[in-house]
């Protein structure tokens, strides 16, 4: 899922997302809670409406941003309080008022409120987390079920997995969501700064209690490896800022790995980003060309490479279910990995191959 | 013509002028001189090339940004010694090394390096400004003679007027310029300060004398009011930062005036910036919608509002075009003052409508 945090997928229009068959993308209730406000959401229509958009959404809970973005959160069994980043006014979720919030905006799937620990995190406090989350998951199901949806389509809600990276509490977790009946499940608080393969065991662990009939979501996630390592365990569906976000820092994915355009050597480099890419960017200007327009500062600089890139990660995506359905996903995965550089972060212009061991390195995609 | 500077049409990628039916835009000789620089241009195979662009292109030949640019410029005879506004480096124009800039850009068309005085200026002053200026102006034909084109399209070379608001000196350039022959004639040196009848006194002194069989081009202007009023004169090419610049400050022109978006007024106003309008903002997305868009600084409200904008002005400028063909110039003229208010700056929620006097008042619209 492209990141639509408030509304926009930054830098690149709704046509051009439909063009490159982005059949949904992420938005985010805490920011279009602040932003421009349910009552502006609701008077428009829902958040489809007031954007422009015909194919899905999903709207991420808010619960990751109340954590990492407000000030003077306090948390109680009710729900959590907290002060907008952007003028300081208090404010409260609860799981119900975040249901209640899915209702007005309309996303096609919401996603319970749920707490959102940091990295690392205190065995106790990581089990006392994981219960309450639970017991909110219990109250938005509860909320969902006497709520209805208001812009005549269907609305899902989704459970959160926690537990930080002990496996017996995300045992308990996903046990408790799995009773709880959910539309579908994603795996939360992880890519919050733990080992990488403590984010692969969590997804196995968690993945073996979750049902293979409903999907599954894993939250923040992340570079092209991380994406071919957790789809090979089991996961469905991804959101992360690594495309628009490098694409506006002027950083391109590639089929041969990843260019950073502001670099001397594409000075005079007069061949797309990608050769084989049928983007916009791609059949229409070179790596030259962009490369002057990050120099100059350009707008259209941002553009070309963001679009580029969730070019590449829809592709990417693409080619990995082809791949699934036609059972040579693992085969098709070791040639993406010798292509791409492990993390998809080699750069085409290095000559050696970038080190494979990520132990310890913190994954650079997280939720916006 | 939109103003394409550094080869980019800020915020508004190729094929979305196109889709405008936008057949030329204005690019900067000074700016690309500097960057990407003319190596790469040649080696790119030419502006057009470069910026994947097939419709026409005018390159103002850089003497406005060398003297409203560039630091500690020294003026001689020979040409103009300034310094680089990105890197302090050197650099030297004359009218000869401007005429094979644009050979190597490879423009449609190109403009003669000029002296563009600031407003006021001494009579003294600009009598020896606008001699010397005809003397690059001879110059300059002289190498372009001399010169070919090099990729396979015709080039052409425009004139510039220049004279302050001394009309006698307006005359003695233009007689002058028309005694060279060029392929078209600029009226340079206005819209830097002078007031707005003085612009307009000068326009109908230059256009008395310029062929009427050549294009004329009002440089650096400006609003919907002086456009028609302009065009009235007998002026044919624009070039202006409005629809641009104001597209990225949140300001839209329309039919019936100006919105500043950013307002609160627009909060829940779910109609487009213009109903009239065709263009890929008014169809599909709503003022309140683009409100938020700048509210939450998200890249999409540049892109919007400049598109919109420059649809205006094409609109603008496409049914003048109609109205002259008809012969109903005046007429349309006067309905599109009532409608828009004069300079097309009322705003649209002003009930009372704007004055109409802009005598001493500077024009907001100059070459960037």
Known sequence: MPIGTQGSVKAVEQRELEGIDARIILANTYHLYLRPGLEVLEKAGGLHRFMGWRNAILADSGGYQVFSLSDLRSITEDGVTFHSHIDGSKHQFTPESVVNAGRIMGPDIMMVLDECLDYPADRERAL??????????????????????????????????????????????????????????????????????????????????????????????????????????????????????????????????????????????????????????????????????????????????????????????????????????AAWKSETFARLGRRGNRDVNDSATAPTSTTGRRTTCTVQ
């Not at 049902?211 to 994406?227: A, D, F, I, S």
């Open 128 to 329: 006392f987390s994981v219960d309450m989350t639970s017991r909110w998951a219990e109250r938005s199901r509860e909320e969902f079920a006497k709520t209805a949806a208001r812009y005549g389509h269907e609305q899902y809600l989704f459970g959160i997995v926690q537990g930080s990276v002990y496996g017996d509490l995300r045992e308990r977790s996903a046990e408790r969501l799995v009773e709880l009946d959910f539309d579908g499940y994603a795996i939360g608080g992880l890519s919050v700064g733990e080992p990488l393969e403590e984010m692969y065991r969590m997804t196995d662990v968690v993945n073996a209690i979750l049902p293979e009939g409903k999907p599954r979501y894993l939250m923040g996630v992340g570079t092209p490896e991380n994406l071919l390592e957790s789809v090979e365990r089991g996961v469905d569906l991804f959101d992360c800022v690594l495309p628009t976000r490098n694409g506006r820092n002027g950083q391109a994915f590639s089929r041969n790995g990843r260019l950073t355009l502001r670099n001397a050597v594409y000075k005079t480099d007069f061949t797309p980003i990608d050769p084989e890419c049928s983007c916009y960017a791609c059949r229409n200007f070179t790596r030259a060309y962009i490369r002057h327009l990050i120099q100059a500062k350009e707008v259209l600089a941002l553009q070309l490479v963001s679009l580029h890139n969730l070019t590449f990660y829809l592709w990417l995506m693409e080619e990995t279910r082809k791949a699934i359905r036609e059972g040579t996903f």
